[in-house]
Each structure stands twice: as structure tokens, then as C-alpha cells.
């Protein structure tokens, strides 16, 4: 129960953080005469000429219940014309809210930072939680991967008693004896990050994590001598709070498209990636939401990987305005970077945790 209300509570955060970065215009309001109440210039509309604040203001308590669900929903309209445009004319809303055509749609940032927190809160939904038949799959897989490091701890054993009976051998030398000294240091090394994974991969599978993916992360860090469980946990937070990082990370990508062209700027670049990360963020949220409730079929994946090809080339094709084989030959190398750059993201991750 706590783990769905702190998904709950992810995904709402998310909304008013995006909503508090999001501009008001566009939005319906109640016109007013008389003077602003808060800069007491004169108000004939919507909106103050002077300051913007809107002509008529809440004084209710009915009215906190209203201002959380505008911004968690934006039921003023503005999220309901942008998503049919970013599902369906991605390139088009990208151009049309680079060329100032911005009061109507959602801007890309808030948008970003909704469908991050979005993302991470149903990652936290549903990974911890799943069908009786992926438990069962999880108890076996969970059964198999404890035997096959216990047979590595024992191997384990077995060399460092191999190596304590080297060195108890009398009359080694000094050279020899500092040599299984150091074998035997990163031996016991090996051991401890053995014991660490056997751990991880039973506290681990609780949260959602599957157990050889929990193994093998248990066996890197134990190279390191880092508490894998830690990194785990750190790994899951960060990748939302450095999301944006995604963001820069792709921009000098996407400028190697189109190198020293006067014709798009770097704000331009940084409109169209934030979009599209935004949607794909979207996408991969209905996939996890998809596969919580048992939509696994093999079509379902596929359809939803075309279609992600699918939004990336209209998206590609119609902001920058290219002809068709202006962007089919683009392509591959914008898939290359869109890997490369995820690639690069997740690395800051892991240094980070």
C-alpha cells in the first residue's frame, strides 16, 4: 500500500512541479472590470495588461480542491491539444512552438518534467508489484541464481584455502609470499562481492529488479568494493532527478545533423529533443503499465516499437522540414545517437550513484 501511495504522490508531484514552470496563457478565465488587484492598473478582460495576473480570482475553499486539479490535469485544455499533437504530428507541433505558436500547447519543459516523474512513479508501481504467474517465475528464477552462487562461494572457499595453504608452506620466499599475499586479498575481495550479490539478489527482487540483472550488478560492484544494494537504489533515484541531463547530453548530437547550418538554432535542437523525450517517456509508461496488468504479447511489443520508429522519423522529418530522403538518410545516424546518448545517460548514472 505505502509503495502505490508513493507512486501516487511521484505522479502529482510531477504534475505541479511541471505546472509551476508551465506559462498560464491560453487558459480560460473569467473576465473582469476594475482595477488588478495586484499591481492596481485597470483590467478590461481576461488579464491584467500590465502585470498578467488573471481578472477574476478564488476566495473559496471548493477553490483548492479546483487549483490541484487544474494542475495536475490542466483541464483548461492545454494538455488535451498538445498530446494528439505530440502522438500524432510530433513535427508539427515541434515547428509550430518554435515559430511562437506556444499559449495553445504545453511547453516541452513542464511536459518533460510531468512525464519524468510520471514514468518513475509507475516504474515504482509497478515493479514492485506483478501477476501471480512472474511471482512463481521470480521464486524459481530466485532459487536458481542463490545455487548457482552458492557453487561460486564455494569455489571461492576453495581458493582462498588453496591460497592459505601455499602460504603456509615453509620456506617460500619473500617475493613469492608478498605475491599470495595479493592473491589472497583480492580472493577474500571476490568473496565479500559474491556475498553481496547472493544478498541483493533476495532484497532486490522485492522491488521489482530481476535476480540475474541483481546477480551480475552484485558481481560489478563487488570489483569496486561497493554495497550493490546501495548503488541499486541510488541508480533508481537519480534517474529521475537527473533526467534533464538526457536532454543535454543529446543536444550536440543532433546539432552533428545538421553541422554549422545557420538554419536551426540550438534552442530549436533542444525543443525538438525535449519533446521527444518526452513521448517516448510516455510510450515506455503505457509499455510498463501494458505488462503490469498481462498485455505481453509479442505484437503489443512490436507495435509499440514501430510506432516509437514510426514518432522519431515524422518528428525528425516534419520540425526540421526535410524531404523524404533528406531524413531517411539522417535516420540511422539519428538511432545511432539516440543509443549512443542513452548509452551516455545511464553511465552518468552509475557515476553518479
Not at 535476480?211 to 560489478?220: H, I, N, R
Amino acid at each position: 500500500m505505502t509503495g502505490e501511495i508513493d507512486a501516487a504522490a511521484d505522479a502529482i508531484t510531477g504534475a505541479m512541479i511541471a505546472r509551476a514552470v508551465e506559462p498560464g496563457h491560453g487558459e480560460a478565465h473569467e473576465a473582469g472590470d476594475g482595477l488588478c488587484l495586484n499591481c492596481g492598473a485597470a483590467v478590461a478582460g481576461n488579464y491584467c495588461a500590465q502585470c498578467g495576473q488573471a481578472a477574476h480570482l478564488h476566495r473559496t475553499f471548493g477553490a483548492i480542491g479546483h487549483d490541484l486539479a487544474h494542475g495536475v490535469l490542466h483541464f483548461e485544455g492545454k494538455i488535451w491539444r498538445t498530446l494528439p499533437e505530440l502522438a500524432l504530428r510530433p513535427g508539427q507541433l515541434t515547428r509550430r512552438y518554435i515559430h511562437g505558436e506556444r499559449a495553445k500547447f504545453v511547453s516541452p519543459f513542464a511536459l518533460f518534467l510531468f512525464t519524468a516523474f510520471l514514468m518513475y512513479a509507475i516504474f515504482s508501481l509497478t515493479g514492485s508489484h506483478g501477476s501471480g504467474e512472474a511471482a512463481t517465475q521470480g521464486v524459481q528464477m530466485n532459487g536458481e541464481a542463490q545455487a548457482e552462487l552458492r557453487k561460486e562461494q564455494e569455489a571461492a572457499d576453495a581458493q582462498i584455502r588453496k591460497i592459505e595453504a601455499k602460504l603456509a608452506e615453509p620456506g617460500i620466499s619473500a617475493r613469492r609470499k608478498d605475491r599470495l599475499n595479493e592473491d589472497l586479498v583480492e580472493a577474500r575481495e571476490e568473496r565479500k562481492g559474491l556475498t553481496l550479490a547472493s544478498n541483493l539478489t533476495a532484497s532486490l527482487r522485492g522491488e521489482g529488479m530481476n535476480d540475474s540483472v541483481a546477480k551480475t550488478v552484485g558481481k560489478a560492484m563487488s570489483a569496486a568494493a561497493k554495497n550493490p544494494e546501495f548503488a541499486y537504489y541510488k541508480l533508481k533515484a537519480n534517474a529521475y532527478k537527473f533526467s534533464w541531463a538526457l536532454i543535454l547530453i543529446s543536444l550536440p548530437f543532433i546539432w552533428m545533423l545538421f553541422p554549422f547550418s545557420r538554419r536551426y538554432k540550438m534552442y530549436d535542437h533542444a525543443i525538438y529533443i525535449t519533446y521527444s523525450i518526452a513521448f517516448m517517456s510516455l510510450l515506455f509508461s503505457l509499455s510498463m503499465v501494458l505488462n503490469a496488468i498481462g498485455v505481453t504479447h509479442g505484437l503489443v511489443t512490436l507495435a509499440l516499437m514501430l510506432f516509437a520508429i514510426w514518432h522519431m522519423y515524422r518528428q525528425f522529418k516534419d520540425a526540421y522540414l526535410l524531404s523524404r530522403i533528406g531524413a531517411m538518410w539522417r535516420l540511422p545516424l539519428l538511432y545511432g545517437f539516440a543509443c549512443a546518448s542513452l548509452s551516455l545517460f545511464f553511465a552518468f548514472l552509475m557515476m553518479m550513484g
